[in-house]
């Protein structure tokens, strides 16, 4: 290229470089104003959703509802490719079979109170179970959330027990027509009552709100027989949740800093960053249990 034409093409390209600077702040100072309005726009938005639980439930239901309905065609698009038929025949099948063997437990309970009046088998608790898939999930929030694409027009209410095929993942806390979201107890709200199923030695299962694959057993005290690689169940404590539903298993033991209990690591059994296909159980008598003890209190 000539030394000329190099000069002539510098020339251009600065004042190209020039030009289209001066239009951009052109166009920033003669838009100060509507700029400075959506910065401060923004700014007291956050704030208002940050600090007013109200509001801040209030978007993220409506939010929610959007990102459902989004996240729910995208799950059917995904799930088409990978034999959605034989999984939900599957899926139904197994709800079938759970709700049939339920059936027999409370026949086999009666038979038993009739003949000898000795309940040796814990039927008191009557369950129900509906099938559903996860179609949206946060797991590196403080407060996570799950939702999944079954509602009201299936059967499923508040405080109805959610697990999959390998353990306990939470339980419904909101409802639509044919949406819920699922407080998991990798949130730092959730509160499980729990015991170790070898020494059966009780405690609360809480989130360590630092990795979605870990919680923490508190309140066990000094004296339980504690293992690594102990598994950890369901209390049966709480009118929501059966008993015996696995959680995971210890992987560190260690003393609370206040002396008396252990605070022990739970590998929980959950992969939250895959779970699928989730089964909801409901205790049809949790309520009358309910009322009978807010009664005694």
């Known amino acids: 290229m000539h030394l000329p034409t190099l000069f002539a093409f510098g020339y251009y390209v600065s004042l190209f470089i020039r030009n289209t600077l001066r239009n951009f702040f052109y166009f920033i100072a003669k838009h100060a104003t509507f700029i400075y309005f959506l910065i401060l726009e923004g700014i007291c938005l956050a704030l208002l959703f940050n600090f007013n639980d109200y509001q801040r439930s209030s978007f993220f239901s409506s939010s929610n509802r959007v990102c459902a309905s989004v996240y729910s065609i995208s799950n059917s698009i995904t799930q088409y490719f990978g034999l959605r038929t034989e999984n939900l025949r599957l899926s139904e099948e197994n709800i079938k079979l759970s709700n049939k063997i339920d059936q027999l437990q409370q026949q086999l309970a009666s038979i038993t109170d009739t003949l000898s009046r000795k309940l040796v088998i814990d039927n008191d608790r009557y369950f129900v179970y509906t099938s559903g898939n996860v179609i949206n999930r946060t797991i590196n929030r403080s407060r996570n959330f799950l939702t999944a694409d079954v509602g009201k027009k ?70 339980a027989s504690v293992a690594v690689g102990d598994s950890v169940v369901t209390s049966g404590s709480s009118s929501y949740y059966p008993e015996n539903l696995y959680i995971g298993k210890i992987s560190e033991v260690e003393m609370d800093r206040n002396g008396g209990f252990y605070r022990l690591t739970i590998d929980l059994a959950v992969d939250y960053n895959s779970v699928s296909q989730v089964k909801f159980i409901r205790n049809k008598r949790a309520d009358e249990q309910r009322a009978l003890e807010e009664g005694q209190q």
């Not at 095929?165 to 699922?182: L, N, R, W, Y």
């Not at 998991?184 to 709100?209: D, M, T, Y």
Request: with cysteine; net charge negative.
């Open 154 to 223: 299936s059967g499923i209410s508040d405080n109805m027990i959610v697990v999959d095929e390998s353990g306990v993942i939470g339980m419904v806390t909101a409802t639509s027509e044919h949406f819920c979201t699922i407080l998991p107890i990798i949130n730092n709200a959730s509160r499980l009552s729990a015991k170790i199923k070898k020494s059966g030695f009780h405690g609360q299962i809480v989130w360590n709100e630092v990795s979605y694959r870990q919680a923490i057993m508190e309140d066990v005290p000094e004296h």
